[in-house]
């Protein structure tokens, strides 16, 4: 049960699997019900179950967070939010080392089997292994940033928020971003209208 928005960095530390995330999900709801808010579960592509606070349909303003938890990676997660150029650096180099790791191994190979068309297959294994693994490889366990952080803040501001603007504000937890923004992505599908017209607010390693 959560009192308080902070309880989520103790009780709900890893969502990742469908019985954390359901965990996390009743909680939430109990928890912004009892602050005077409506609370629904809306489903989306692969699985996804976002949870929206508020009327969206209504709302001016959207506030978001993901509610996932990322997998465990094998190289830094580095994020540079006021040096936009580094960042972009940085992931143009993660996707580098993944051309190069998955060029060897198929040279390897080839090399090995004196086969090219075996080298091509297993480049393009390694490639992809890497990439899959890096969304839905083990949950990582230090998640406080992203994206707990995000997830406490949206709740604390629903919690804060003077009763008389809480029908302006829609405050939505995507489920699945880590595997491709697929929680955002249904929402913007099943809202398309009432989104062109609304200011969002996403809440992403807020740190």
């Not at 960095?9 to 009892?34: C, G, H, N, T």
């Not at 808010?37 to 989306?44: N, S, T």
């Not at 939010?81 to 040279?107: D, E």
């Not at 992203?146 to 803040?153: A, E, P, R």
């Amino acid at each position: 049960m959560i009192t308080k928005p902070m309880d989520v960095l103790e009780q709900f530390p890893i969502r990742k699997s469908k019985k954390q995330k359901q965990a996390f999900r009743d909680a939430v709801a109990e928890y912004v019900k009892a602050q005077g808010y409506e609370c629904q579960g809306e489903k989306g592509s692969m699985g996804s179950q976002n949870v929206i606070i508020g009327d969206p349909e209504k709302a001016k303003y959207l506030v978001t967070a993901h509610y996932d938890t990322p997998a465990s990676l094998f190289i830094p997660n580095f994020i540079t939010p006021c040096n936009f150029l580094v960042f972009l650096l940085y992931q143009i180099a993660i996707v580098a080392l993944f051309v190069v790791a998955a060029f060897v191994m198929g040279v390897v190979f080839g090399l090995i089997t004196q086969s090219p068309e075996m080298g091509g297959a297993i480049a393009g294994l390694v490639y992809w292994g890497m990439l899959i693994a890096m969304m839905v490889g083990p949950a990582n366990k230090n998640n406080a940033n992203d994206n707990t952080s995000g997830v406490v803040s949206v709740l604390e501001m629903a919690r804060s928020m003077p009763e008389n603007l809480r029908d302006r504000v829609c405050c939505v937890l995507f489920d699945l971003e880590e595997a491709g923004l697929v929680g955002s992505s249904s929402f913007r599908k099943k809202h398309k209208k009432t989104t062109e017209k609304q200011i969002i607010l996403n809440l992403d390693c807020v740190g």
